[in-house]
C-alpha cells in the first residue's frame, strides 16, 4: 500500500513529508513514533490535502476543560464527577451509563449556572479558532459533536466558527435542572454517524478529518480519512491517524499541508 507521512519538525510549522511506495500505516506509525516522540504527525494511506469535512469533539479538543466536570465544581461535586469523566475517556466505563450517572448528580443545579461556568471556566483550546476558520476558507465543512451539551457546545461553537452542533440536551424544568436528558444520546456511535453521513452529503469519498481525545472518539476518528488524536488517552492514540502531543490545533494545518501564510485568523 502507498503510504503517505507528515511529521512536524519543530513549533515554526516546518513539515517532512514522506511518501513510500508500499508500506503499512500502522508499522510507519510505530516507527516514526519511537523516533520523533514526543511528536505532531499523521500517516495516510493516501495522498495528504485539505479535507472536505471536518468533524471535532469539544471538551478537551476544543476547548481545554471538560464542561460536565466543571459544572459539577457549582454543585460541589468536581471530584467525584471528574473521576468519572477521566475513566470514561480513558474506556474504562461505559459512556452512556457514566454520562447518566454524571447528569443525575447535577439534579437541582440552577441552569444559570451553566453561563456562570461558561463565562467563568470555558476557553478555547490553543489554535481552536484559527483551524477552524482556515478550513472554512478552504471549502471544509466544520461540525462539532459532543458528548456534552448544547448548553455549552452552542456558545462554544459560535465562538469558534463552527457551522453544525451534534449534543446532548440537559432537561431543565422550573429553571432548574432535572438529573435528565432530552432524547437520545450521542456516543460514540453517534459521533461516528454524524461523520458518515455528513461526508456522504457532500459526495462519495470525500476526505474527511476528524479530532477528539477520548475514547469515546474512538470510532469516529478511525472512520475519518484523518483521525488526529489531540493530546489524547492513549486508546485514543493508538486507534488514529496521526496525533498531537505537543503543538495546538495549528499544528493539524501544518500537518495538513496548508501554509502559514494562508492560515485565517479566527
Ligand atoms: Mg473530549
Avoid: Y
Avoid at 502507498?2 to 503499512?24: E, H, K, S, T, W
Avoid at 494511506?45 to 466536570?69: H, K, N, W, Y
Avoid at 458528548?147 to 452552542?154: E, I, L, Q, T, V
Avoid at 466558527?161 to 446532548?168: P, R, S, Y
Wanted: net charge negative; aromatic share 4%.
Amino acid at each position: 500500500m502507498r503510504i503517505a507521512a507528515a511529521v512536524m519538525l519543530d513549533f515554526c510549522g516546518d513539515v517532512l513529508q514522506i511518501m513510500l511506495p508500499n508500506g503499512d500505516p500502522a508499522t510507519l506509525r510505530r516507527v516514526l513514533d519511537t523516533h520523533f516522540a514526543p511528536s505532531d504527525l499523521l500517516v495516510s494511506a493516501q495522498e495528504i490535502a485539505v479535507p472536505r469535512l471536518f468533524v471535532s469533539d469539544m471538551d478537551s479538543t476544543m476547548i481545554g476543560q471538560e464542561c460536565i466536570d466543571e459544572l459539577a465544581d457549582f454543585a460541589g461535586l468536581k471530584d467525584r464527577v471528574a473521576a468519572i469523566t477521566e475513566r470514561a475517556m480513558q474506556g474504562e466505563l461505559d459512556f452512556v451509563s457514566a454520562l447518566t450517572e454524571r447528569v443525575g448528580l447535577l439534579a437541582g443545579l440552577p441552569e444559570d449556572t451553566i453561563a456562570t461556568c461558561l463565562a467563568d471556566r470555558i476557553r478555547p483550546m490553543e489554535g481552536a479558532r484559527t483551524l477552524v476558520a482556515t478550513l472554512k476558507s478552504k471549502g471544509c465543512r466544520t461540525v462539532l459533536v459532543t458528548g456534552g451539551f448544547h448548553h455549552f457546545a452552542d456558545p462554544v461553537a459560535e465562538d469558534l466558527g463552527f457551522e453544525h452542533v451534534v449534543g446532548n440536551r440537559l432537561t431543565v424544568v422550573d429553571g432548574k435542572l432535572t438529573g435528565g436528558l432530552v432524547g437520545g444520546i450521542v456516543d460514540s456511535a453517534v459521533k461516528r454517524r454524524v461523520l458518515v453521513e455528513e461526508a456522504l452529503r457532500l459526495g462519495e469519498n470525500v476526505p474527511t478529518l476528524a479530532t477528539g481525545d477520548g475514547a469515546n472518539d474512538i470510532p469516529m476518528i478511525e472512520a475519518a480519512t484523518w483521525g488526529i488524536a489531540f493530546r489524547a488517552k492513549p486508546k485514543a492514540r493508538s486507534a488514529a491517524d496521526g496525533w498531537i502531543d505537543r503543538g495546538d490545533l495549528t499544528a493539524i494545518l501544518s500537518l495538513l499541508g496548508i501554509p502559514r501564510d494562508e492560515w485565517v485568523a479566527g
